[in-house]
């Protein structure tokens, strides 16, 4: 019996799988979803259900999940033809290689060059989670811990055992021991009585098609906190203030929508910003929106434990210097501090 470790290559023949540690703890409908890329997941459910996908022998429940050494049984079944993996360019590689800010057993902390989707999808090939698999070939799990959207900067966190990952989602989503910070370079002078912004967020449909993100009293519970950290003017345009944002809650959009609700948007902001003002600062060197994870404070887990324990987890902070675009842009700004 030869036994696959890897992805699904000929899914026409029955696969054997050993579970590794990169899989442990995963259930295994999710294990299948991911294992045959293409395959509608009534047909991966129908084929659990009927009994063609065995774990050790025996019949499993969706649920199931898995454990190190069990040997999983994939029945022949057809999937849509997959697209050939695009290749990290030798810069790709190199930055990869470069950016990690923080890094232990089940985790990374990495410096997220704006530019570059978390993941790939919506014709984006390659993701930086797709490319870091090829860099860091020594790691057979790597999965994002939260996202950055495309054109954000800075601390980004991807686990490298589903433990861990389990672990840094679920406090999360508790955001007693997170707290993300951003910087962000906002229209207009902000006052300094103001320290949150506290306004429910929903998605609704935009005039031009998609979604965009609005303050709507139905909407979620939204709470940004606020600090001003420096103010700028520039001659014929106005001021501007660098802002540090922490959001409490993790909505979509969440410190774009709220600094444009007090009507002072991000600069660069395309979406939510001011078209004038954006094409203004182009002369000064900004080619993108104004927003950087600079900081970001955490639970870490460094034994070797197959699952994290709370009270043997310690809290540091990981940072990441303004990138180079950004601090070029401010160098050309006039301080009114």
Not at 152 to 159: D, E, F, K, Q, R
């Amino acid at each position: 019996m030869n036994l696959n470790p890897g992805p699904i290559k000929n899914t026409l023949q029955v696969n054997w799988c050993e579970i590794s540690e990169a899989h442990e703890g995963q259930r295994v409908d999710n294990f299948l979803i991911n294992q045959l890329k293409g395959v509608p997941k009534s047909r991966i459910y129908r084929i659990l259900r009927k009994g063609e996908v065995r774990v050790n022998k025996s019949r499993v429940k969706p649920e199931y999940k898995l454990c190190i050494g069990d040997v999983v049984r994939i029945p022949p079944i057809r999937t849509a033809e997959r697209k050939p993996t695009q290749t990290v360019s030798q810069s790709l590689h190199n930055y990869l290689s470069n950016a990690v800010l923080y890094e232990d057993k089940g985790l990374m902390v990495l410096n997220k060059p704006a530019g570059l989707a978390v993941h790939g999808g919506d014709g984006v090939n390659l993701g930086l989670i797709e490319a870091l698999r090829q860099v860091r070939t020594d790691c057979p799990f790597l999965e994002l811990v939260h996202r950055l959207d495309k054109d954000t900067s800075g601390c980004l966190m991807v686990a490298k055992k589903r433990p861990v990952l389990r672990f840094l989602q679920s406090k999360l989503k508790e955001r007693d021991t997170f707290s993300k910070h951003y910087m962000a370079l906002t229209v207009g002078a902000w006052k300094s009585s103001v320290s949150q912004v506290d306004a429910p967020l929903a998605k609704t449909d935009s005039a031009g098609g998609g979604q965009i993100v609005r303050v709507i009293d139905s909407g979620k519970p939204s709470l940004t906190r606020i600090g001003v950290l420096e103010r700028f003017k520039v001659n014929g345009l106005g001021q501007f203030t660098l802002i540090e944002a922490q959001p409490v809650t993790g909505r979509t959009h969440q410190i774009r929508v709220h600094a444009q609700y007090l009507n002072h948007p991000l600069v660069g902001d395309d979406k939510y910003g001011v078209d004038q003002v954006n094409k203004d600062l182009k002369e000064f060197g900004l080619k993108r929106m104004f927003l950087h994870a600079f900081k970001i404070t955490l639970p870490v887990y460094r034994a070797a434990d197959s699952e994290v324990q709370q009270d043997k987890c310690e809290t540091i902070t990981v940072e990441a210097p303004l990138a180079d675009d950004l601090s070029t842009v401010l160098s050309r700004l006039d301080s009114v501090n």
